[in-house]
């Protein structure tokens, strides 16, 4: 089968689009909660260096969005081949492309909110250990909107390929 | 974390440790500032982030010989796993601390 109305040759595009900005959202939101969370920890370690092994929790978890990002995009990688072996449908392309972004920005949110709680969080804990429960439990949730978020990625990738 | 450093280096007195060997100010502490165990610990757990949640994806796809998609479940929870350790472990970390500090304190009052 070659090119045909419903298999252009531009449909690996999107696809290639899905690929890039799961990638590039997810690190950046992985990122924004590295660096603000961070700040965070650096602030509370010059008192209390005891408590810095606790107060990673917040950077840990940012490297989890930022493994969502790279999981969709081994995925959606995994579907491709150039042109002579296989002509992709311009909705598979839509549908990486749909995979892609809700990890992508669903990771942007999970991140930004990992980064102010966490800058918020571990500075509050350094002056009450009982805020430590709170901050996880708000972290966690913060991090499950990532996770919807690659939920519906990988529910979108497993239509694609069949 | 054990990694205290000694009370001069601590600002504010409200929160700097109380130190046994508080007299011996004056002595260079040639102790590491973070001790080998911890570094250890967060090696492993740097390793384990990178590599385990893609590690196992490749390993059930290919060897499991399941769909692309079981395996982005399980990196998933691997991801998840790994996260659920480190809290168990700085939580462990921090309990065998508290124990020691409170040991102290009994010694002293005695």
Redesign the interface.
Known sequence: MADSEFSPKFAPFFSFAGIASAMIFGSLGAAYGTAKSGIGIAGVGTFRPDLIMKSLIPVVMSGIIAVYGLVISVLIAGDLDPPPNKYMSLYTGFMHLAAGLSVGLAGVAAGYTIGIVGDAGVRAYMQQSRVYVGMILILIFGEVLGLYGLIVGLILNSKSSG | ?????SAEK???KE?A?PSSSGKKVSDSDVTP?VPTN?IM??AF?SVA?IFV??GM?FVT?NVGGT???V???V??IM??V??VA??FV??K??QA?REAEQKQKEKKAQ
Request: neutral net charge.
């Open positions: 974390m054990a990694s205290r450093r601590t600002p504010p929160v440790a500032a911890v610990k967060l757990f982030m949640p893609i994806y796809v769909s692309a998609t395996g982005g479940i990196a998933a991801a998840n790994v996260l480190y809290i700085a939580w970390d921090d601390e």
